[in-house]
């Protein structure tokens, strides 16, 4: 079975600061990983996704995230955090025809 | 540019009413997905159909909630009668899988439910 563990519901960063929200995520066939971010009162939107192509990719706003199998790990990595990435983020891992989404983290910014 | 859109963006309603949310996949997508967001619960995945037939709707409470597609532009959500529990986001999102199978999802705006 599919499922993706998001480690932190709430990760707190400095303006400026390097960015690490963590995704572990667990699958019976080599598996499609996304990461998604929704800010308030809107829906999902893509950030990046993996393909099984390059393991490291990346995506919108300067967000990057590497798949690592040895450690069934998705993390997704921003250098310098702006104020606007303030917002929920949800990894997520593909099963038969659809997506199964992490739980989300929260990620705050403080100027 | 091509989103999905959904309608009405906020709607409160007195337990034991109808409601009715519709949704419009992006031109061309043959999936769509229902999901429901709360505090408590997160991210629930509710129905799904492909090219209109249902091909997943374990994740919906049966006795009160259906999902239709009347045709391949709008898909229906209806929760009859509506409880309080019930009020949470209502997403809609659609996916590209004519194809190669594609897990890209497009979300909509979501419908804000609110049952007193």
């Known amino acids: 079975a599919q499922s993706v563990t998001q480690l932190g519901s709430h990760v707190s960063v400095s303006e400026g600061a390097l960015v690490l929200l963590r995704c572990n995520y667990s699958s019976s066939v080599p598996p499609y990983l996304f990461w998604y971010v929704q800010y308030p009162n809107q829906g999902l939107q893509l950030l990046l996704k993996?393909?099984?192509?390059?393991?490291l990719v990346k995506g919108i706003n300067g967000f990057e995230a590497e798949f690592k199998k040895s450690e069934t790990s998705f993390h997704l990595t921003k250098p310098s955090a702006h104020m606007s990435d303030a917002a929920e983020y949800f990894c997520?891992?593909?099963?038969?025809?659809?997506?199964?989404f992490g739980t989300g983290t929260r990620l705050t910014v403080i100027p | 540019d091509a989103r999905v859109t959904q309608t009405p963006r906020h709607k409160v309603t007195e337990m034991g009413q109808e409601v009715t949310m519709r949704c419009q996949p992006i031109l061309g997508h043959n999936t769509v997905f229902w999901y429901r967001q709360t505090m408590m619960q997160g991210l629930e995945l509710l129905a799904y159909?492909?090219?209109?037939?249902?091909?997943?709707d374990s994740g919906m409470p049966k006795d009160r909630f259906s999902a239709e597609m009347p045709d391949a532009t709008l898909a229906t959500l209806k929760i009859q009668p509506s409880e309080p529990r019930d009020s949470a986001v209502y997403f809609c999102?659609?996916?590209?899988?004519?194809?190669?199978?594609?897990?890209?999802?497009?979300f909509g705006p979501g419908t804000r439910l609110t049952v007193t």
């Open positions: 999102a659609s996916a590209d899988q004519t194809g190669p199978l594609s897990y890209e999802q497009y």
């Open positions: 159909f492909r090219n209109r037939a249902p091909l997943d």
């Open positions: 997520a891992v593909s099963g038969a025809n659809n997506l199964f």
């Open positions: 993996y393909t099984s192509a390059a393991t």
